[in-house]
């Protein structure tokens, strides 16, 4: 059973920083884009930054220069390092893979359970 576990989330004041991780386990056999999204309070799920397996990755503007998303494929791992934190950032964040399970015969969307970021004033 292949899963997504993210960690790192807590409460911060405004301008500190916070490191986010997310693991993948189970029976995988590649896993190719890694996503993070967030979704505060009555407002849609939307992507903050994405990386491939190759390294490349991208940004919402809203978070370039602050937030820096990297990987590591040995331990099917992202991370998400987040400095200059603002009041806005507050959200659940949610880790999102593009995954080829052993069991499966193609790559399936998975996604984690969510992590709470709150970044006080």
């Known amino acids: 059973q292949v899963q997504l576990v993210e960690s790192g989330g807590g409460l911060v004041q405004a301008g500190g920083s916070l490191r986010l991780s997310c693991a993948a386990s189970g029976k995988i056999r590649s896993i190719s884009a890694m996503r993070w999204y967030r979704q505060a309070p009555g407002n849609q799920r939307e992507l903050v930054a994405a990386?491939?397996?190759?390294?490349?990755?991208n940004y919402a503007d809203s978070v370039k220069g602050r937030f820096t998303i990297s990987r590591d494929n040995a331990k099917n791992t992202v991370y998400l390092q987040m400095n200059s934190l603002k009041p806005e950032d507050t959200a659940v964040y949610y880790c999102?893979?593009?995954?080829?399970?052993?069991?499966?015969?193609?790559?399936?969307?998975?996604w984690g359970q969510g992590t709470q970021v709150t970044v006080s004033s």
């Open positions: 990386i491939i397996s190759g390294g490349s990755t």
């Open positions: 999102n893979a593009d995954l080829w399970a052993v069991t499966s015969t193609r790559y399936d969307y998975y």
